[in-house]
């Protein structure tokens, strides 16, 4: 009970920085965008799997184009609108950008991000043209520029809602933000560690990247929270939004191969690929980091220890998992090196929190009474 | 009756003609541009056919696989061997295998055949198709070697350098800044309060 009220209490009479509306409602918009984006993946690799033809223009993909069209939109719309603004200047970290144009950081990241996104969309567009559109056939050129430009959108609205965190909404809608930044950065973290870990022996190079996914989301929102209730609250949104996606993507699958006269393959079992995607076992993992983190605050150890133990914890839980599925390993090698990885990404959530705190910390606050 | 005897052979062989090309008609009508047949261990024959001729290397194609006597009643397997030895060369999200082999599916368009939709060979070279069919009088076996010519498009090396040079400039700008805020992170007590 003391610990639903923790997370639901208003902040009482805590200093309120001010933050400009339309970077409060841009980060609800982040957050819009990329789910829609997040949704249009999982449901497109969904479809890879149990049907697969395909074109530019499935129903998948444009859920895709929407959700990057959302973001960078908001991200256009709180530049200029910041730049237009008359009164004090946000309190937000910002850019000026060609001498003219205000931008706070978590809008030009985001911007920048869905330029990257719409651009690599044109160049895989060729790309399929002249290939066609086997995906098992490995990373490409184009796929790698979406998954980077991607997860530079994902970043953005992580800052966007570590910037906020004053009111229990704008929590939660952290708490959010990082479980569907969890689910999401599979892609280019997956990419990125086959591209630097193939050679290790033994190893499982996506396993290291996923487990540094993990490892990297869970530290930086103890590092942003310092509470245990909001990695668990992660966790929460964590298991919500698999469970969604998992229901959603084969019967939308199903529903759209209909719906266009496709067959379904003759393999296709209706098996949610997004439960496999990253590990079910997230949530307890987050569970178990929150429970970390009241012991440590309980006992006074220092927290960078623990986000690097959170770190370990989540990167042990992967191998695991993956170990269980049958994905080919050397077990003990790759705990270790997923352990390594871990306990670096654990180090460097709490480095991005401690830099992400100031950026909330540098404008002008007010005080609210409840 | 001269002509209506020629008339009546004509249509007879015509009928004849018709009559197993019906039966024998090809999967995929319109598609498929390429046939081999292999002849297997029991001395049956194994027809294998593509969308795409020649194949090039990563690019996207249809293959069907249809013993004769067709695929009521047995199991079809196929181990994808890659020019340079890789047993499992070819890749697919959801497949179901056997050790190395891949369980042949029915093909989603022509469900009368075995076939893989939408895959491609990754690699340049001559690849090894090694069939096994199972049924119930045993299993019967045959190998098609499968010749995969150089890859459409520029060469990989210059379409990764093109995608990843985008992105020197931005880690040299994240190095840069991570190094700027040295001061803000050292500065941030680690400390749960604060």
């Known amino acids: 009970m003391t610990a639903i009220k923790a997370m639901t209490d208003p902040p009482g009479s ?321 705990l270790l090196a997923v352990s390594a990885v871990g306990a670096g990404m654990g180090w460097l959530g709490w480095q991005c929190a401690a830099m992400l705190r100031r950026f909330g910390m540098t404008g002008a606050t007010r005080t609210v009474t409840a | 009756m001269a002509v209506g005897a020629a008339v009546t052979v004509l249509l007879t062989v015509l009928l004849t003609a018709a009559g197993p090309a019906v039966a024998a008609a090809p999967p995929l009508p319109g598609e498929i541009v390429h046939t081999e047949t292999v002849r297997m261990s029991d001395q049956s024959t194994m027809t294998v056919s593509f969308t795409k001729w020649p194949i090039r290397a990563l690019q996207s194609l249809d293959f069907t696989f249809e013993p004769a006597g067709g695929i009521e009643g047995r199991t079809g397997l196929v181990t994808t061997v890659s020019p340079s030895g890789d047993r499992r060369g070819l890749q697919g999200i959801v497949l179901e295998r056997r050790g190395d082999s891949i369980v042949l599916p029915r093909h989603p368009r022509a469900r009368q055949v075995w076939g893989l939709d939408v895959v491609s060979l990754p690699e340049e070279g001559t690849w090894r198709f090694e069939f096994a069919v199972e049924g119930r009088g045993g299993t019967s076996t045959g190998v098609l070697p499968i010749r995969a010519i150089e890859q459409p498009g520029p060469p990989l090396a210059l379409s990764w350098t093109v995608a990843l040079t985008p992105w020197a400039p931005v880690a040299v700008l994240v190095a ?11 500065s941030a007590p680690p400390a749960w309060s604060g």
């Open chain 1, 14 to 334: 805590a200093p309120v920085r001010d933050v400009p509306r339309r970077e409060v409602a841009g980060a609800w918009f982040l957050l819009l965008g990329y789910t829609t984006l997040l949704v249009g993946m999982v449901w497109d690799g969904q479809w890879h799997g149990d049907v697969g033809p395909d074109n530019f223009w499935t129903a998948p993909h444009l859920l895709l184009y929407t959700g990057t069209g959302i973001i960078g939109l908001t991200c256009l719309t709180v530049v200029l609108l910041s730049t237009w603004a008359r009164g004090p200047a946000t309190s937000t970290p910002s850019v000026t950008v060609f001498r003219t144009f205000r931008a706070p950081w978590p809008f030009l990241v985001g911007g920048l991000g869905a330029s990257g996104n719409l651009l690599y969309a044109g160049s895989d567009l060729w790309w399929h043209e002249l290939y066609g559109f086997d995906i098992a056939a490995g990373t490409t050129p184009s796929h790698f520029g979406l998954g980077l430009s991607i997860q530079v959108e994902i970043i953005a609205m992580v800052m966007a809602f570590a910037v906020l965190r004053r009111t229990r909404s704008e929590r939660w809608g952290l708490a959010l933000a990082i479980g569907v930044a969890t689910i999401g950065s599979t892609s280019a973290f997956g990419m990125v560690s086959e591209l630097i870990f193939d050679w290790l022996p033994g190893v499982a190079p996506r396993v290291l990247g996923l487990g540094a996914v993990g490892a990297l989301t869970l530290s930086l929102i103890v590092g942003l929270t310092r509470g245990w209730h909001w990695p668990a609250a992660a966790g929460l949104t964590f298991l919500g939004v698999q469970g969604a996606l998992a229901l959603f993507a084969p019967a939308a699958t199903r529903w759209y191969a209909d719906a266009i006269g496709q067959p379904m393959r003759d393999y296709a079992a209706g098996m949610p690929q997004v439960l496999i995607g990253f590990p079910v076992t997230f949530p307890l993992i987050a569970l178990a980091a929150g429970g970390v983190v009241a012991w440590a605050v309980r006992r006074g150890v220092g927290p960078l220890r623990i986000t690097a133990a959170v770190g370990v914890i989540a990167g042990i839980n992967t191998a695991i998992f993956y170990n269980v599925l049958g994905v080919e390993m050397n077990l003990l090698v790759t």
């Open chain 2, 176 to 186: 840069v800044g991570w190094g700027r805020t040295r001061r803000i992170r050292k």
